[in-house]
Every structure is written in C-alpha cells, then in structure tokens.
Nanobody, 128 residues
Framework: QVQLVESGGGLVQAGDSLRLSCAASGRTVSNYVMGWFRQAPGKEREFVAGLTPTRTGGRTRYVDSVKGRFTISKDNAKNLVYLQMDSLKPEDTAVYYC???????????????????WGQGTQVTVSS
C-alpha cells in the first residue's frame, strides 16, 4: 500500500510560482508512473503532468495548457514528487492531486481511473 500526501498549495497572484510536493510512504514509488491531476469546482479531474520511473528514462508528459510553465520531477532517495508551477494563471486554480500508477513503467496515462493511489489534494488559488 502506498500513501501520498501533497503539500505546498496556497493563494498566489497571477504570474507567481509555487512548488507542490508529494510525499510517498508505505513503499517506494520509484518504479511507478507518478502523475499530478487537478480538479476545479464543477469540473472533472484533469491530468496535468506525469513522469515515468528513472529506469525507463524519466519521460514526462504534460497537458497542453501547462507546457512550458509546469515541471514534474522526482527525488527517489526521498520518495518525493514535485510539481514546479511557474507563470501561474487564474485558470490554474484547482485542487491538485498526486497519484501513482503501479501498472507499468512505460505508459503515462491521462486517465484518472488508471491510477491506483491518490493523495488528499492541496488547494491552489491564483488571483488575477
């Protein structure tokens, strides 16, 4: 079993930066595909970014709306996953969730149903 706990959310102004952290416990997530999702009020949960394990190249995938602004990374030694968010926009406002996909180390799925473990979420609010 894997437990995921997000932190780092907050209230910022448009153009600011935030770094979200996801602490994994229970077992190492070094062999899992890790993802960040977000959910705004009244909307479905949306894939934001994903990262394959280091041993399969550490490939990343982003939703088009965050490409060039967000960066997903991982510290395997600390069992931490990060989401660096720069040039934040009001439309980035949402609850952000960390997730782990244990199926395999190659495919970065954008479907929330493919992820096995989830954190409780952290709120990010960007004011204009």
């Amino acid at each position: 079993q894997v437990q995921l706990v997000e932190s780092g959310g907050g209230l910022v102004q448009a153009g600011d930066s935030l770094r979200l952290s996801c602490a994994a416990s229970g077992r190492t997530v070094s062999n899992y595909v890790m993802g960040w999702f977000r959910q705004a009020p009244g909307k479905e949960r949306e894939f934001v970014a994903g990262l394959t394990p280091t041993r399969t190249g550490g490939r990343t995938r982003y939703v088009d709306s965050v490409k060039g602004r967000f960066t997903i990374s991982k510290d395997n030694a600390k069992n931490l996953v990060y989401l660096q968010m720069d040039s934040l926009k009001p439309e980035d406002t949402a609850v952000y969730y960390c997730a782990a996909d244990r199926r395999g180390p190659i495919l970065i799925s954008i479907n929330a149903g493919d992820y096995d473990y989830w954190g409780q979420g952290t709120q990010v609010t960007v004011s204009s």
